[in-house]
């Protein structure tokens, strides 16, 4: 079973604009991870959050985490062709190992 | 510096046939994990080991499914007697600490069972 849900499950943008997707989950956590996935390819890691933080950046990328609404999300800013991949969100719960994905977010930047 | 590396790429097996899937961790990475991707999903946990110890197996999906990682770095992710529901692509990740840090994947392994 899939802690995680992905929203939307699919996004199309022009070239230049940002992309927002989020992610909602059911129990409490210790972290929150973001991965990509381009297409036929492993999932690459971009950021993790933990459950005490509320905000964070790494370039192009800035992940917020709410944790009273359970919610996460990843705001890709000045998009690129590049940027054109499944994003997913991974929950690692407390005292626990492995990580809980959602079905992702299917992002499409148009040239 | 090289990254987790799994082989074969890609596999295509006739029903009830064993597959043998490999999976070179990032070298001195304790933690190991497998997980399987269905099309158009998210990864599914399978199982997981830390060094040589199996912790936990609840996710692989029957008994024909079967993980080993005898030294503490390469394993071996075997399915007996494949069958069709077992396509998908079989994912591998390493991670240096063993509670839910951040876990590098290998490029996966695609299963197609005929």
């Known amino acids: 079973s899939q802690q995680g849900e992905e929203d939307p499950q699919a996004l199309s943008i022009q070239e230049g604009e940002n992309a927002t997707m989020n992610c909602s989950y059911k129990?409490?956590?210790?972290?929150l991870q973001w991965y990509r996935q381009n297409s036929g390819r492993g999932l690459v890691h971009l950021i993790l959050?933990?459950?005490?933080?509320r905000e964070k950046h790494s370039g192009r990328l800035r992940v917020t985490l709410d944790t009273s609404k359970k919610s996460s999300s990843l705001l890709i800013t000045a998009s690129r062709a590049a940027d054109t991949a499944s994003y997913f969100c991974?929950?690692?719960?407390?005292?626990?190992?492995?990580?809980?994905f959602g079905a992702g977010t299917t992002v499409t930047v148009r040239a | 510096g090289a990254g987790v590396s799994q082989s074969p790429r890609y596999k295509v097996a006739k029903r009830g046939q064993d597959v043998a899937l490999r999976c070179d961790p990032i070298?001195?990475?304790?933690?190991l994990f497998w997980y399987q991707q269905a099309l158009g999903q998210g990864p599914e946990f399978l199982t997981y080991?830390?060094?040589?110890?199996?912790?936990?197996k609840s996710g692989l999906p029957s008994d024909r499914f079967f993980a080993e990682r005898p030294e503490g770095s390469v394993s071996t992710l075997k399915i007996q007697r494949t069958q069709q529901e077992d396509s998908a692509v079989y994912l591998c990740?390493?991670?240096?600490?063993?509670?839910?840090?951040?876990?590098?994947f290998g490029p996966g392994t695609r299963l197609l069972v005929l």
């Open positions: 070298s001195g990475h304790v933690s």
């Open positions: 129990t409490s956590i210790n972290n």
């Open positions: 080991f830390q060094n040589e110890a199996q912790l936990d």
């Open positions: 991974a929950t690692a719960l407390i005292n626990d190992y492995k990580l809980s």
């Open positions: 990740a390493s991670s240096l600490a063993v509670e839910g840090e951040t876990q590098y």
């Open positions: 959050i933990r459950s005490n933080e």
